[in-house]
């Protein structure tokens, strides 16, 4: 059985304006999700900062996010590193802390090889109990999975059952689903994708989407499934212009900005990450309001 199926929410790390997370508002976050059809929250992932979080703060998130669910939608805890003792680490606590499923970057900066990847994957996949998914996402790792690599991983170690796919590259995508028979639990990792990932055979879709628009992203995967492909298909394509603003700037600062035009106490970013320009933060206003959520 897949960890989920539909639309999961990679969602943001609020913060106060000292730089500390706010709970509170994450709290508010959390139950806003569940209260509007998402599938499935994916916490300390990209969207979340995780790069700029302690340690100790990424796994106070991950036990702070499955308290507050509390079983209602599965929780997957992002617990990926580029050092292989670090991600198993992260991920005993996560499953300790009660996370249904691990997001497994591909390791960024140390440039693996295939080979190493696998006997990456392998470790951290045998140090738990919990499924797992990898993460391809090459344009920040520096790092990318072969199709072949993938299909390896997912055949051999029995708790890693599928990958979110950010490449951008359906061919990519296709060559990973003619090759896996089956064995692969495929996610889009990029909102313009959901439906043609959906039509290769996935699951569902990781996204950043969901943060803002957690109903209309689930309904176009639900109406995907229910049969309604052209339907499914025109919500895809109506989300477009507001998905281009979202990824306007580098991925959270565009979501981190609508969730605070939406009052939603977002907060401020972690630097090396900065404020959205104000050109760009106008583009992404009149995308919301033109999507009629704002």
Do not use: W
């Amino acid at each position: 059985m897949s960890i989920f199926t539909g639309a999961g929410v990679a969602i943001v790390t609020p913060m106060k304006s000292n730089g500390e997370v706010n709970f509170e508002a994450f709290a508010k976050l959390i139950e806003f999700q569940v209260a509007n059809k998402t599938d499935a929250i994916i916490v300390c992932g990209t969207t979340g900062e995780a790069s700029t979080l302690t340690h100790e703060e990424h796994l106070e998130c991950i036990r702070f996010c499955v308290e507050k669910v509390n079983k209602r939608i599965p929780v997957i805890a992002g617990t990926g590193s580029n050092c292989t003792k670090t991600a198993v680490y992260l991920s005993q606590e996560a499953q300790k802390a009660g996370a249904d499923g691990l997001l497994l970057v591909t390791p960024y900066y140390n440039k693996a090889t295939q080979n190493g990847l696998y006997e990456h994957f392998k470790a951290i996949g045998e140090a738990v109990d919990i499924p797992g998914l990898l993460y391809n996402i090459p344009g920040r790792t520096g790092c990318s999975m072969t199709p072949a690599t993938i299909v390896r991983i997912c055949k051999e170690v029995k708790t890693i059952v599928g990958v979110k796919e950010a490449t951008g590259n359906i061919s990519h995508v296709a060559k990973i689903m003619a090759l896996a028979d089956g064995c692969v639990d495929l996610y889009s990792g990029d909102d313009i994708q959901i439906v043609p990932i959906l039509s290769l055979g996935g699951k569902g879709v990781i996204s950043v989407l969901s943060n803002i628009a957690p109903e209309q992203t689930h309904n176009i995967c639900q109406l995907y499934f229910d049969g309604k492909v052209q339907e499914s298909c025109k919500e895809q394509l109506r989300a477009a212009e507001l998905i281009e603003a979202l990824f306007s700037e580098v991925n959270p600062i565009p979501v981190k900005k609508a969730l605070n035009l939406l009052g939603m106490e977002a907060g401020t970013l972690r630097m090396p990450l900065s404020d959205m320009e104000e050109e760009n933060g106008k583009k992404l206003e009149q995308a919301m309001k033109a999507y009629g959520i704002l």
